[in-house]
């Protein structure tokens, strides 16, 4: 097959094992709604996914036009990050992209970065054309927190300390088109990482210190590009922040879904009323006619939680008796 001369999409997504199914609906999903004549690199940040869910995915991405990498954060990454996020309840592959910077090779200098609870269906070769200009990132403004100064955990003196000023708006983090170039020459993930380790407060650590850090710094995308699932909450455009032809293609005819609530489509009794779309593409992957019984589900959640206990005893460790890391 002849390809496009056009330079491949390229993304990347973190996901620990427990979230190797649904990272690979999301990348199946990309793949699947992308311009046929394009071609997909696909970094995955591996939070600890086993050999036998790698194989899954790469049966579920079995193309030639996908380049699947592997990317393993060193040890001395981990503790670093886990030294700044320690008071996080989040795993710690929620932070891996912070260190995309560092961990993609230099000769990218933009990228993609999905959530592992998204599913794709629009074409991100779209979302890979826009202009990303002097902005250290592309995203869609947060609906719920339509503003950094709507958040209320933000005290006026404290956004008085960061200069955040009245028309600053806030993003979801869930969808990026990263600026990597900027992001290394200004050491954006080293700020945003002592923001959170200065603040260990934020409900939403990594998201709330990417919007302070980079408050009118970054461009906006259209809304279909990250639909939450608040929009679902709406009686009506009315109801919304937006306009009438901007909530109908938002609700009906979304770029990426983001399944923001809980449960989530492979959790017990998702309301979802998109969970569909999620089966959907599903089917077509190594993990096809899956289903979510309580026994599969539970036994699931408390491998997760046996290591959640481990890395929490680990962040403690490292509290406790520091290590110096090699500068």
């Not at 932070?95 to 991100?124: A, N, Q």
């Not at 600026?179 to 954006?188: G, K, P, S, T, V």
């Not at 603040?199 to 939450?228: C, K, M, S, T, Y």
Request: neutral net charge; contains cysteine; hydrophobic residues 40%.
């Amino acid at each position: 097959m002849v390809f496009s001369n056009q330079e491949p999409i390229v993304v990347a997504c973190a996901a620990d094992n427990f979230f190797s199914m649904p990272l690979a609906v999301t990348a199946f999903s990309s793949f699947k709604n992308l311009d046929p004549n394009r071609q997909l690199i696909l970094f995955v940040l591996d939070g600890g996914i086993s050999a036998a869910n790698k194989k899954k995915l790469l049966q579920t991405l079995n193309s030639s036009r996908v380049n699947v990498r592997w990317i393993k954060p060193t040890e001395d990454q981990i503790k670093a990050t886990l030294l700044k996020c320690e008071t996080s309840n989040h795993p710690i592959s929620a932070y891996y992209r912070l260190l995309l910077p560092t961990i993609v090779p230099s000769e990218f200098d933009k990228i993609i970065y999905l959530d592992s609870d998204v599913v794709v269906e629009g074409d991100l070769a779209e979302l890979w054309d826009q202009d990303l200009k002097d902005q250290a990132l592309l995203a869609v403004q947060d609906p719920i927190h339509e503003y950094v100064t709507s958040a209320k955990y933000f005290s006026p003196p404290q956004l008085k300390e960061w200069d955040i000023a009245p028309d600053h708006k806030y993003l979801n983090s869930g969808v990026l088109v990263i600026n990597l170039e900027q992001w290394r020459r200004q050491r954006i993930a080293d700020q945003v990482l002592e923001f959170i380790a200065q603040h260990p407060e934020l409900p939403f650590p990594d998201q709330d210190a990417i919007n302070i850090v980079l408050a009118g710094q970054w461009g906006e995308l259209d809304p279909r590009w990250n639909q939450i699932h608040a929009v679902h909450t709406y009686e009506s455009y009315c109801d919304s922040p937006y306009d009438q032809k901007t909530y109908e293609e938002l609700v009906y005819r979304p770029a990426v879904i983001h399944y923001t609530s809980r449960p989530k489509p492979w959790g017990n009794n998702c309301t979802h009323p998109q969970a569909d779309r999620y089966f959907k593409y599903l089917d077509q992957t190594a993990w096809s006619g899956w289903r979510n019984n309580v026994i599969t589900y539970n036994t699931t959640l408390l491998r997760r939680g046996m290591r959640r206990i481990r890395t929490t005893a680990l962040k403690q460790f490292n509290r406790l008796w520091p290590t110096k890391l090699p500068t």
